[in-house]
């Protein structure tokens, strides 16, 4: 079993600053890309940042110069740092991490269950 836990989330002022962090924990057996994404109220989920197993990032353009994806020292952590936070941020934020749980097991993708942020005066 498989488990992807975010934390981080929260309440900010405009132009203030979130960390999120993520965790892939269970029977895995390698991980691949890991990424963010968000999902607003009546809106369809989005790609914010996904980051390789060797370090290659990808943003959203609207995350691009605010947003920061990195990955932990064990390869199965990853981080948002967001900064200058604007009310359009406000969504729940999924992790996503492309892993196999044995040797011979396809690359499969798994979801945290959500960290909600919300920006707002």
């Known amino acids: 079993q498989v488990q992807l836990v975010e934390s981080g989330g929260g309440l900010v002022q405009p132009g203030g600053s979130l960390r999120l962090s993520c965790a892939a924990s269970g029977s895995i057996f390698s991980v691949g890309a890991m990424g963010w994404y968000r999902q607003a109220p009546g809106q369809e989920r989005e790609l914010v940042a996904t980051?390789?197993?060797?370090?290659?990032?990808n943003y959203a353009d609207s995350a691009k110069g605010r947003f920061t994806i990195s990955r932990g020292n064990a390869k199965n952590t990853v981080y948002l740092q967001m900064n200058s936070l604007k009310p359009e941020d406000t969504a729940v934020y999924y992790c996503n991490a492309v892993l196999s749980r044995t040797v011979v097991d396809n690359l499969r993708h798994y979801w945290g269950q959500g960290t909600q942020v919300t920006v707002s005066s």
């Open positions: 980051i390789t197993s060797d370090g290659s990032t």
